[in-house]
Every structure is written in structure tokens, then in C-alpha cells.
């Protein structure tokens, strides 16, 4: 069974810095892509970053609000994935959530976020 | 940027109500176009990808349909669980997948 675990959330001052870790199990986490995914209180889901598997680069990619403050790393030889979260913004308040990226080759390479944790809230105040 | 635009932004419907959800990309996305489900408190659930793929143990009642910039959602047969947000989800311009606003499905 495929398991995603968040920890490390919390309350922080704005300017300060956070790190989430993503503890995986039940799949073959260093084939997989990861990505993290945010939804702030009431809102709509966004996504933040994700991070290829060494084999297709290691490569991280970012959103535009995130970009430059967020870094997303990877250790598989502990299953776990990481989101160190600088100089946040109060806009940086949400629930954060680590998913697996599924691909598959139909017409052409498809992506999609199969399996999600259960999230873990980051707070971001004044 | 893709801009994805969901309609309607809720919906009341009762159990045994099909029901559809739209998803609009604000530019062509082929097929490359995925559906979630969350209920309160809960993580996303994957239901469909590549528009029309039924993802494992989502029942049948759920079936998705579009390509191009048009997309729909329909649930045949409203069940008492289905009563959640959707999510629409474009991954044609990855790495910047790009989420609509979300449907809020209640019942009437």
C-alpha cells in the first residue's frame, strides 16, 4: 500500500523558513517523481514544485510564486522527499500535501497525481 | 500561463442526479487533462486521466470526456459519497500543471 507522510509544518513569522519532509513507502520511490501541492484556507489547489527521479535527471522545477524561496530535494536512500521553504509570505499559508507523479505513454507522455499524503499546514504569520 | 475555468463554481443535485462538470483551458491542451475529487479535510483523489482514462477503483458511475480547450466531467448516478469538490487539472504545459478553481457538488 502505497503511503505519503507529511511532517515538519507549523507556525512561522513571515521572512522565516520552514522544512517539510515526505516520508514514502510502499512504491519504488527512486523511479518516482515527486511533487508538492498546496491549498491555502478555502481555496483552490496549486501546484508548487516537483523533482524528476535520478534517473531522468533529478531536476526540479517550480512555480512561478514559489520560485527562488522554495527548494525541493530528494533522499531515496531514506524514501523521503523535502520542501525547504524560505522567506515566507503570509500567502505561503496553506496545507501542503506530497503527491506521486504518475506518467504514462498514450499519445503522448501523460502526467498525472496519483497518490497524495494526507497534508500538513504551514502557517505564516506577522 | 494555461488558465483552467470550471463551471459551474457549484451545484446542487440530489442522489440518483447525473451530473455534469465543465473544465475550460484557456488554450488547447489535446488530452492532457485530469480530474480530482476531495471531500472535506481529505487529500485529492485521483478519478480520470488524459481526459477519459478511468483511474483504478474509481467506479464507473464517473466518466470524463473533451479534448482540445473543452472538458467535461459526468457522474451517471449520484451516490451519497460523491457529494465533494472536483478538481480539474491540465498537464500539457509541464512542468506548470495548472488546477481550475474547483465545482462544489452539495446536495439539493
Known amino acids: 500500500e502505497v503511503q505519503l507522510v507529511e511532517s515538519g509544518g507549523g507556525l512561522v513569522k513571515t521572512g522565516g523558513s520552514l522544512r517539510l519532509s515526505c516520508a514514502a513507502s510502499?512504491?519504488?520511490?527512486?523511479?518516482?517523481?515527486m511533487s508538492w501541492v498546496r491549498q491555502a484556507p478555502g481555496k483552490g489547489l496549486e501546484w508548487v514544485g516537483h523533482?524528476?527521479?535520478?534517473?531522468?535527471?533529478?531536476?526540479?522545477d517550480y512555480a512561478a510564486p514559489v520560485k527562488g524561496r522554495f527548494t525541493i530535494s530528494r533522499d531515496d536512500s531514506k524514501n523521503t522527499l523535502f520542501l525547504q521553504m524560505n522567506s515566507l509570505e503570509i500567502d505561503d499559508t496553506a496545507v501542503y500535501y506530497c503527491?506521486?507523479?504518475?506518467?504514462?505513454?498514450?499519445?503522448?507522455?501523460?502526467?498525472?497525481?496519483?497518490?497524495w499524503g494526507q497534508g500538513i499546514l504551514v502557517t505564516v504569520s506577522s | 500561463d494555461i488558465q483552467m475555468t470550471q463551471s459551474p463554481s457549484s451545484l446542487s443535485a440530489s442522489v440518483g442526479d447525473r451530473v455534469t462538470i465543465t473544465c475550460r483551458a484557456s488554450?488547447?491542451?489535446?488530452?492532457?487533462l485530469n480530474w480530482y475529487q476531495q471531500k472535506p479535510g481529505k487529500a485529492p483523489k485521483l478519478l480520470i486521466y488524459?481526459?477519459?482514462s478511468l483511474q483504478g477503483g474509481v467506479p464507473s458511475r464517473f466518466s470524463g470526456s473533451g479534448s482540445g480547450t473543452d472538458f467535461t466531467l459526468t457522474i451517471s448516478s449520484l451516490q451519497p459519497e460523491d457529494f465533494a469538490t472536483y478538481y480539474c487539472?491540465?498537464?500539457?504545459?509541464?512542468?506548470?500543471?495548472?488546477f481550475g478553481q474547483g465545482t462544489k457538488l452539495e446536495i439539493k
Open positions: 503527491t506521486t507523479v504518475g506518467r504514462i505513454t498514450l499519445f503522448g507522455v501523460v502526467y498525472y497525481f496519483d497518490y
Open positions: 510502499g512504491f519504488t520511490f527512486r523511479n518516482t517523481w
Open positions: 523533482i524528476k527521479s535520478k534517473t531522468d535527471g533529478g531536476t526540479t
Open positions: 488554450q488547447g491542451i489535446s488530452t492532457y
Open positions: 488524459a481526459s477519459s
Open positions: 487539472q491540465q498537464t500539457y504545459s509541464t512542468p506548470m500543471y495548472s
